[in-house]
Nanobody, 124 residues
Framework: QVQLAESGGGLVQAGASLTLSCVASEHTFNNYAMGWFRQAPGKERDIVAAISWSGANTYYADSVKGRFTISRDNAKSTIYLQMNSLQPEDTAVYYC?????????????????WGQGTQVTVSS
């Protein structure tokens, strides 16, 4: 059972940057594609970014392309989400998730393990 723990959320002003981290409890994490999702109040949980098991391939939602960067450090069993130029519409709870496969997954239902989430609030 892989456990995922997110950190790094907070309250920032528009235009600021934040880096989220997600640490996995087991090294089997290194075999899994990973993703970041977000869910705003009253909305569905949407994909933000995803990364393959090796880090060679990445995916970004159109709304964050050019502003967010996903990366991973398999030696530390950790993935990151660098978020720049944050806007109020980025306000949400951000979740990391692990899929039981090597290649990128963009559908939430295909992810097996989920973290508890970290709140990101961007004020205007």
């Amino acid at each position: 059972q892989v456990q995922l723990a997110e950190s790094g959320g907070g309250l920032v002003q528009a235009g600021a940057s934040l880096t989220l981290s997600c640490v996995a409890s087991e090294h089997t994490f290194n075999n899994y594609a990973m993703g970041w999702f977000r869910q705003a109040p009253g909305k569905e949980r949407d994909i933000v970014a995803a990364i393959s098991w090796s880090g060679a391939n990445t995916y970004y939602a159109d709304s964050v392309k050019g502003r967010f960067t996903i990366s991973r450090d398999n030696a530390k069993s950790t993935i990151y989400l660098q978020m720049n130029s944050l806007q109020p519409e980025d306000t949400a709870v951000y979740y990391c998730a692990a899929a039981l496969q090597h290649t990128i997954v963009v559908v939430a239902a295909d992810y097996y393990y989920w973290g508890q989430g970290t709140q990101v609030t961007v004020s205007s």
